[in-house]
């Protein structure tokens, strides 16, 4: 119609123009990439301004090939995945992240998938940690599950998804006290030199026995020492340094027994266990009377 003077008309892509609603707010609008697909997302702001500025971001970040995510409407599975894929991939070692990456698919995507993020409370972690518990799971790998969920989270408040990390406030699961310390009788020490008679294990098993050594210095016995020896008796083993503290234990020369060797019971002890008892100088340590 002549005379009248058409708005100029939005470019594609670039949205809606502002307005102003009955809140008071203004709105504007633009059609944008989501974990969901393409669809029109809506910003506000209490000016024209603020609100475009909005918009003008969200575009910006779209060339730049950001996909968009609404804060209020992102779920939690929406948000562990791009979490995955663009921050923990790029920061932690190959391992850490398979590890990550299996902690969130087994665990956290089953229970916390459907919630939308800025719906996650600390109430929703509790029950997540106390159904792990109730499945059987050790509490030391509750608490790394609730580790990883919490990195998450801190992200999202970092990058102003969230207000605060509700998994912060939410103490980790972990084994509480030590089991008390059982000492073997007499009876319960022989019957258990019977059992392992013959077995691989049986010479670790009397050299724990009679010299009260610990499971990582019978390992250390168990794998051989690495590193360049010392001349003469090693005196820094723990071998020869229970041999020294503990009068009923001496050295007996065996180098002849072509890898076999007895312990004070008797009974022969072949293969590794037979070299773990072994002195540095190739001697055999044997218990006394």
Not at 67 to 72: L, Q, T, V
Not at 132 to 146: A, F
Not at 168 to 191: C, F, I, N, Q, Y
Request: aromatic content about 4%; hydrophobic content about 30%.
């Amino acid at each position: 119609m002549p005379g009248v003077a058409r708005g100029k008309k939005n470019a594609n892509g670039e949205g809606s123009k502002t307005r102003r609603r009955k809140d008071g707010r203004y709105e504007t609008r633009a059609v944008l990439n989501t974990p969901t697909g393409r669809r029109r997302v809506s910003f506000y702001g209490t000016t024209a301004k603020e609100a475009n500025d909005k918009k003008i971001a969200a575009l910006a970040d779209q060339n730049r090939g950001v996909m968009f995510s609404d804060p209020k409407s992102l779920k939690v599975a929406e948000y562990l995945a791009s979490w995955l894929s663009d921050t923990v991939r790029y920061q932690v070692s190959e391992g850490t992240y398979l590890r990550y990456e299996r902690t969130c698919r087994n665990h956290l995507l089953p229970f916390f998938g459907r919630l939308r993020l800025r719906d996650l409370t600390p109430t929703h972690v509790r029950a997540f940690k106390a159904r792990k518990l109730e499945e059987g799971l050790n509490p030391n790998t509750v608490g790394v599950m609730q580790g990883v969920l919490s990195a998450a989270l801190n992200q999202a408040a970092d990058d102003g998804l969230i207000r605060a990390n509700p998994a912060s406030r939410v103490k980790k699961a972990a084994t509480r006290g030590t089991l008390p310390m059982h000492a073997l009788s007499h009876e319960e020490a022989s019957s258990l030199i019977s059992a392992a008679e013959g077995t691989r294990g049986e010479a670790l098993i009397v050299m724990a026995l009679r010299t009260g050594m610990r499971q990582g210095e019978l390992a250390r016995l168990a794998l051989g020492r690495r590193g360049p020896r010392r001349q003469g008796r090693d005196h820094g083993s723990p071998l020869c340094r229970h041999a020294h503290e503990n009068p009923n234990l001496h050295y007996q020369d065996r180098r002849g027994a072509q890898g076999r060797h007895r312990s004070s019971h008797g009974r022969s002890c072949q293969g590794a266990q037979g070299a773990a008892a072994r002195g540095a100088d190739g001697r055999t340590l044997v218990g006394g009377p």
